[in-house]
């Protein structure tokens, strides 16, 4: 990553990770667009940086399916699922295997939008 990234505490990217999720769940995808952004920013490791940066394309791509822009489902959603392949990734949180599935579905307009869960050993 950028020499300009600097980690954040635990404590304060607990925090920030809650908060993302509970906005991500309650449909306030900008808003947790943002939130998961704040957190990206902070990661050193490119590999971990790439699945936040996955989940941050997946709220945008959820918004532009709110707002009714196809285009915009399909560019950003295809970056997002790209970013989200894969077996979890130690560092992050949040589940993202079963969350990739659900939001390609979502995306295809045959589900809802996935939920944003944190794994179960953290």
């Known amino acids: 990553m950028t020499e300009d990234r600097q980690p954040m505490t635990a404590a304060a990217r607990r925090r920030h990770l ?3 999720r509970q906005l991500f769940n309650a449909g306030e995808f900008w808003l947790a667009h943002e939130a998961l952004e704040t957190v990206w920013r902070s990661i050193i490791k490119e590999d ?3 699945v936040f940066q996955g989940l941050i394309q997946a ?3 959820l918004l532009h399916r709110g707002r ?3 285009h915009g489902v399909v560019a950003v959603g295809a970056a ?3 970013k989200l392949m894969g077996p979890q990734h130690p560092d992050v949180e949040f589940e993202t295997v079963a969350f990739r599935a659900q939001l390609a579905r979502a995306l295809a307009g045959d ?3 996935p ?8």
């Not at 939920?115 to 953290?122: H, K, M």
Request: charged residues 30%.
């Open 18 to 20: 809650e908060n993302a």
């Open 48 to 50: 971990e940086a790439r």
């Open 111 to 113: 589900a809802e939008a």
């Open 68 to 70: 009714g822009n196809r």
């Open 59 to 61: 709220a945008a791509a």
């Open 115 to 122: 939920q944003l869960n944190f794994t179960d050993n953290r």
């Open 80 to 82: 997002a699922l790209e």
